[in-house]
């Protein structure tokens, strides 16, 4: 797996978006962070938690994105629409929590979002998990297509 993922860091394409995307999420999560309301409410464990959750985040979604775009070059697999609506569906939700909210009560998800006790830690939590497994997966069989054709 790791050597499928320098791999990945060696080809111009994966390189670009890991980077790219890492900045494009980790510096506005930072930014717009607002560090001393959450010191004042949830304290300093909560805040640090967070941070390394944001940064966690951001480098395993675009490790993804960047092993999913070497494997489609590698197979020289057409880009469609549908790679792209993912794509901008995975940084919007994992982005920020007021897009994440808008976003939800457009899915009519907003009430059962609003009753989590710890603030979206929980699903920053599980897209962590989730986000692990998913490079694992795509790192373990890179250069294996398991297509299958019909005859």
């Keep these: 797996m790791f050597k499928n993922l320098f791999k990945v860091l060696k080809s111009k394409i ?4 890991i980077i790219f995307g890492i900045v494009l999420i980790a510096i ?10 959450i010191i ?12 390394l959750l944001d940064v966690l985040i951001s480098i395993l979604f675009w490790i993804f994105i960047g092993a999913t775009l070497y494997k489609m070059s ?3 697999v057409k880009k469609t629409w549908v790679w792209f609506l993912g794509w901008f569906l995975g940084i919007l939700v994992s982005g920020c929590p007021s897009c994440t909210i ?10 059962f979002v609003s009753v989590l006790p710890y603030d979206w ?3 920053k939590v599980i897209s962590v998990f989730l986000l692990l497994y998913v490079c694992y ?4 069989k890179l250069e294996t297509c398991e297509l299958k054709l019909k005859k």
Excluded: V
């Design 40 to 51: 004042g409410n949830k304290g300093y464990n909560y805040l640090y938690f967070e941070i």
């Design 102 to 111: 808008t976003l939800a009560s457009y899915l009519w998800l907003a009430g």
């Design 74 to 76: 590698y197979f020289n």
């Design 137 to 140: 997966t795509t790192l373990k």
């Design 121 to 123: 830690l929980e699903l």
């Design 14 to 17: 994966g390189l670009f978006w």
């Design 28 to 37: 506005p999560s930072y930014y717009f962070l607002d560090t001393e309301i």
